[in-house]
């Protein structure tokens, strides 16, 4: 190894083990804005120098650093914080140095208490070091520690901080063209609020094509007045940028997104990369698509599924700058019409390097945007997309039903947490669980609390809250009469609504169902029950569910001594009233009925 080209030599401080990072600092840990951001790091120098250091940090688009001391563990570990108060991608490093006068001043009192009498030497340095004379020095060790000598930094580190709602919200998914298109969905604003709803997301809003037409059960004709699937993108009438007539104008949608947000909700848009045949842009763009052999288009496919009504853009078009630009430009459009939470559909097929580029082009003057991932896909993909910008992501959750199942689920999305936010859907246009569909309404509450309570976000399809539960044949997960297929007559009249509520607002009155990373899984002694307790800071509150929509299960619940509960303490059901019971630590008697949940919030 060559000699270093420098005049100085190399530093001599190690910064080692800095914590948080993802993939060496390839991608951006992910926090929210109020969050208190652990730093811990491993520094160390040869010899016997006093060290110090310090987190050093700044939000998007400051010049000046701020900064917290770090406090030494042991070991040569090191620990700080800071607080990110705003949206946006933030830096920090750690800066550690050697502090001169404080490792002179050890010195001296090491070999002092060593009852070493001759310091004449040890006070001239001191005093060199401190400009003053050697008998003030030796008059009180007056100096005090904070000479920052030798330098040395660790490489610089991203967060990107996002709204809370990117951690914690309760979403409602409908198709407005069920409920007289955007002023029937403005009329039940007041009433999603009431049940506790934080977003309402819209599947695609815009012309849908006549071409190649889904009809009723995802028939291949489409009969006299079939709408038609809200996916298949574009018609004579516009593209992405446009409304589809049936539901309302521009103006009426911008209305129906001002009165939510004075109501504390959101309407969050579906964004898909997808274009009927009849779409302006295969004319504007023909060779953004994708062609076979014989030069005609070819239509999406993900087998055994069949798109015969939509085609997919071409990433690998020799045009693909302004393809990409166009898409970032359809995004920006409906910002500037108020939406600024975007489900984004099947985003694992399309380029990683796309989104990095798109959400940074979104964010970087519109931090407050939030993207959520709807990619069913394998775990690499999935958090790689969480790390390329993503907010939020769709989850496996509704295949996971047993309480392994659980457990698995559950142990994953805890390795996944540094960098991929969950969003515990229970139900989807297009996901109809076998469990759902045999368990009746036990299955449904069984499903609504787990969802609700083990991830900070999670949502409901409408149809949910009535248990829709007919599959369109034996062994499908596609619902009979699919609303992706023909409009229906929607109300908020289901007679789960109540428990929704009442599920909602425990969400919001207790911090520990806000986050996600602070479970612990409760032994129960039986399979069919599935406990866990969840603390932050002094509220605690623990979730018994019954697994078995069929049967009364009973068990118990082991409270361990480490839980940070006292030995006896008051239990409240929050989805019951006046239901109250003494838990102790150690074993509690469980006995539910079907489906049946015990919510507790633990006394303080």
């Known amino acids: 190894m060559p000699l270093p080209k420098t005049n100085d030599p190399p530093a001599r401080i190690q910064i080692q083990r800095v914590t948080p990072q ?48 770090l406090v030494p563990l042991g070991n040569d570990d090191w620990a700080g914080s800071f607080t990110v108060d705003a949206c946006g991608m933030w830096c920090f490093r750690i800066e550690a140095w050697v502090d001169r006068i404080a490792s002179w001043q050890e010195e001296l009192r090491r070999k002092s208490d060593a009852g070493q009498s001759d310091l004449s030497s040890e006070l001239a340095e001191g005093a060199l070091l401190l400009g003053r004379d050697a008998v003030t020095v030796a008059e009180g060790l007056a100096a005090e520690a904070g000479d920052r000598s030798e330098k040395a930094w660790s490489p610089t580190y991203e967060i990107d901080v996002d709204r809370v709602l990117a951690r914690f919200g309760s979403w409602y998914e409908l198709f407005p063209r069920s409920w007289g298109g955007f002023e029937g969905v403005r009329a039940q604003l007041p009433r999603l609020a009431e049940l506790g709803f934080d977003v309402v997301y819209l599947p695609p809003i815009h012309p849908i094509g006549t071409t190649n037409r889904k009809g009723k059960n995802n028939a291949l004709k489409a009969g006299r007045g079939d709408p038609g699937s809200p996916w298949a993108i574009g018609s004579e009438l516009g593209g992405h940028e446009a409304i589809d007539p049936a539901l309302g104008t521009v103006a009426e949608f911008e209305r129906l997104v001002g009165d ?16 009927s045949p009849d779409h302006p842009w295969l004319k504007e763009h023909p060779d953004w698509f994708h062609r076979r052999p014989d030069g005609t288009l070819k239509y999406a496919e993900n087998p055994p599924k069949r798109y015969q009504d939509i085609y997919n853009v071409n990433f690998d078009s020799a045009d ?20 600024t939470v975007f489900r984004v559909d099947n985003p694992h097929t399309k380029p990683v390097p796309f989104w990095e580029w798109l959400i940074d082009e979104i964010r970087r ?67 109809l669980h ?24 999670y949502g409901i399809y ?21 609303e992706k297929y023909e409009a229906k007559k929607r109300a908020l009249n289901g007679s789960l609504l109540p428990l929704v509520q009442r599920v909602n607002h425990a969400r919001r009155e ?33 979730c018994v569910v019954n697994l078995d929509p ?55």
């Open 260 to 275: 939510a947000k004075e109501l504390g909700i959101e309407i969050a848009l579906d964004f898909a990369i997808q274009c």
């Open 550 to 604: 069929t049967a009364t299960q009973e068990g118990v619940c082991v409270l361990p001594m480490a839980s940070g509960v006292a030995p006896a303490y008051r239990v409240r059901d929050l989805l019951a009233d006046d239901a109250e019971w003494t838990w102790h630590v150690g074993r509690n008697y469980v006995r539910l009925g079907p489906g049946q949940s015990h919510l507790l919030a633990v006394g303080r």
């Open 510 to 542: 207790n911090p520990a169902l806000q986050q996600l990373d602070n479970i612990t899984i409760l032994e129960t002694e039986n399979d069919n029950l599935f406990g866990y307790l969840k603390r932050t800071g002094d509220n605690t509150v623990i």
């Open 434 to 457: 076998e469990y759902l569909q045999r368990g009746g309404r036990p299955a449904f509450e069984a499903r609504l609390v787990l969802a609700s309570t083990l991830s900070p976000a």
């Open 320 to 339: 693909w700058k302004n393809l990409w630009s166009a898409l970032r430009d359809v995004v920006a459009l409906w910002v500037s019409r108020g939406v």
């Open 365 to 431: 003057d519109n931090p407050e945007v939030i993207f959520l991932a709807e990619a069913f896909t394998r775990p690499a993909m999935m958090t790689t997309l969480a790390k390329a910008g993503f907010a939020q992501s769709y989850t496996y959750f509704t295949w996971k039903n047993s309480r392994w199942e659980l457990l698995e689920f559950v142990g994953q999305l805890l390795d996944w947490a540094p960098c991929y936010r969950p969003n515990c859907f229970a139900n989807t246009p297009d996901i």
């Open 462 to 482: 409408s149809g949910y809250e009535s248990f829709e539960n007919v599959p369109v044949r034996e062994g499908s997960e596609e619902y009979m009469d699919s």
């Open 22 to 69: 993802i993939d060496g600092g390839r991608y951006p840990v992910k926090r929210t804005v109020g969050d208190r951001v652990e730093v811990t790091a491993r520094i160390f120098r040869d010899g016997h120098e006093t060290l110090g250091a310090a987190v050093r940090y700044k939000p998007a688009g400051a010049s000046r650093w701020h900064e917290q001391p």
